[in-house]
């Protein structure tokens, strides 16, 4: 039995409870967020857990197990838990508060799974060796495109061969609205308020329309398989604001359509990401990457081109990548549970 300790209750966290209710090889025995927090070394009943958090986000009022304000290694004293999910907002500036708390984690001999970028993007080395250094597992699926397993894949079926550039179609939210544009003929504005209405676009979304998310996902892609340091200091990023319905339908005319992709040349001197949208014909393996799909092709060396399409954005398609990388660690190094 794999025993859980979750930070962030948003709507990753809260369809993450789900999943884990609905499996008897783990169970949830904390769950915190910014106020408050809630604990049962026996575990938790997520049904219940999500119930309540549809209406309150105060877990101190949740029964005996409620608390206030906490503190991670206070927690970690109380509660004993194999692995921390970590699904806080992202901070892309400091990587924190989530970035202490991973650490705090680790340093506590936990297995760490995090579906935050901020953290992934700024420390990935110093968490990765630090989870090495102890024999941990340090999960970042969900921080790289989620249910398109970029990084699972990488990890895996990429060994033995060199990576030499990636190219990716990875936010869904401007896939969405390109879809819904050339489509269904929706304005810019309507197609914006419909992928926010479906859940799928930052709390802020102009890192998705603006190519932000985009950049961060390429980044953290090239520094955990590649072993880079990019940072979003050298990317070069354009978002699909200033493309017109006109634009989108003048490309349909010619059987072409727009996609906002990442590419990043790794045999360059001083390879940099770049993001822009791109007018892409039926050649391209991302012509038919529709609607909240994604897609990642990776060139290398010695296995030629891959690509692996699909894995559209969605909250339980973000939990159930955090639940494949519990099972990832599980495989390899977790066999004490
Ligand atoms: N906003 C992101 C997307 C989801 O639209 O793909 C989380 O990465």
Not at 64 to 69: D, I, P, Q, S
Not at 247 to 267: F, H, Q, S, T, V
Request: hydrophobic letters at 40%; aromatic letters at 4%.
């Amino acid at each position: 039995m794999i025993r859980i300790g979750l930070v962030g209750t948003g709507g990753v966290g809260r369809a993450l409870m789900d999943l884990v209710g609905e499996r008897d090889d783990m169970k949830l025995v904390f769950a915190l967020n910014s106020r408050s927090g809630v604990g049962d070394q026996e575990g938790l009943d997520p049904e219940r857990l999500c119930g309540y958090l549809g209406e309150n986000r105060d877990l101190s009022g949740f029964g005996e197990e409620g608390f206030g304000v906490w503190d991670i290694q206070e927690v970690l004293q109380r509660y004993h838990v194999d692995l921390l999910v970590e699904a806080t907002p992202t901070d892309k500036r400091t990587g924190e508060p989530a970035t202490s708390t991973i650490r705090v984690a680790l340093q506590n001999g936990l297995h760490v799974v995090t579906a935050n970028k901020g953290p992934v993007m700024l420390h990935y080395r110093e968490l990765k060796d630090l989870a090495n250094g102890k024999g941990l597992g340090f999960g970042i699926g969900a921080t790289a495109g989620a249910a398109l397993p970029t990084i699972s894949a990488g990890e895996n079926d990429l060994l033995g061969s060199r990576l030499l550039g990636i190219r990716g179609v990875l936010n869904g939210t401007t896939n969405y609205i390109l879809h819904l544009m050339e489509t269904e003929g929706v304005a810019y504005t309507d197609a914006l308020r419909q992928a926010q209405e479906e859940g799928i676009a930052e709390t802020d979304p102009s890192q998705d329309v603006e190519g932000w998310d985009t950049a961060i996902k390429m980044t953290i892609i090239a520094n955990a398989l590649a072993g880079t340091d990019l940072t979003l200091e050298g990317a070069q990023v354009t978002g699909i604001t200033q493309l017109t319905g006109e634009d989108i339908m003048a490309a349909k005319r010619d059987g072409k359509r727009y996609r906002l992709l990442g590419e990043l040349n790794l045999e360059d001197e001083n390879p940099r990401v770049v993001v822009r949208p791109l007018m892409v014909s039926q050649e391209d393996i991302f012509f038919g990457v529709q609607g909240k799909n994604k897609g990642v092709q990776y060139m290398t060396d010695n296995l030629g081109e891959i690509a692996i399409l699909g894995g559209a954005s969605d909250v339980r398609g973000a939990a159930a990548a955090i639940i494949r990388d519990i099972l990832q660690i599980k495989k390899r190094i977790f066999r004490k549970v």
